[in-house]
């Protein structure tokens, strides 16, 4: 199985600051990459797919690079809405893999 | 608008079953669907993933002889079967669908399914 690393597990910022979460696999897995974000009590929703390709009706501070067995999800500008828990998916083969998750909170 | 409502969890004995729905609308219902679980407090797990013809099926090796995914596209409906609940078994159930690639592009609320004595 692709296991997927996540850096770091929490991390603590403020309203506009610059974030970098970094997920990293176990083997290359091109770009087969997804990010989600899950508020408390919510289901996920889908930020990025293809390692960078934006989803329709996502704000575009949200950007996503890499590919191989590094990549990175950037938050341009932290706004309120934005403090949540992240997660990294591979789907370049089964069984689909998720990071365990990086949890943005208010610093 | 495309919409997944889950139902069927509950609470349940260690050894029990449990039958799960998800009721899709808002989409042609002919698209790969998946059950991805949430244990309480913990990240997000893969569950069981299903062609929309029903000709692959997939299963992580945590529910492999216990858990069926079924679907049936006339109804707009995809099935999780639970059997030989076990207590790790406990989580939110989401139902999600795969879009235009192998990624989850909608969700459902989730159901809660409790294994416990």
């Known amino acids: 199985d692709i296991q997927l690393t996540q850096s770091p597990s929490t991390l603590s910022a403020s309203v506009r600051d610059r974030v970098t979460i970094t997920c990293r696999a176990s083997q290359n897995i091109n770009s087969w990459l997804a990010w989600y974000q899950q508020r408390p009590g919510k289901a996920p929703n889908l930020l990025i797919y293809k390692a960078s390709s934006l989803e329709s009706g996502v704000p575009s501070r949200f950007s996503g690079s890499g590919s191989g067995t590094e990549f990175t999800l950037t938050i341009s500008s932290l706004q309120p809405d934005d403090f949540a828990t992240y997660y990294c998916q591979q789907y370049i083969s089964y069984p689909w893999t998720f990071g365990h998750g990086t949890k943005v909170d208010i610093k | 608008e495309v919409q997944l409502v889950e139902s069927g969890g509950g609470l349940v004995t260690p050894g029990g079953s449990l039958r799960l729905s998800c009721a899709a609308s808002g989409f042609t219902f002919s698209t790969t669907m998946s059950w991805v679980r949430q244990a309480p407090g913990k990240g997000l797990e893969w569950v069981s993933s299903?062609?929309?013809?029903?000709?692959?099926?997939y299963y992580a090796d945590s529910v492999k002889g216990r858990f069926t995914i079924s679907r049936d596209n006339a109804k707009s409906s995809l099935y999780l079967q639970m059997n030989r609940l076990r207590v790790e078994d406990t989580a939110v159930y989401y139902c999600?669908?795969?879009?235009?690639?192998?990624?989850?592009?909608?969700w459902g609320q989730g159901t809660l399914v409790t294994v416990s004595s």
């Open positions: 999600a669908r795969e879009g235009s690639g192998e990624f989850f592009d909608y």
């Open positions: 299903i062609s929309g013809r029903s000709t692959y099926i």
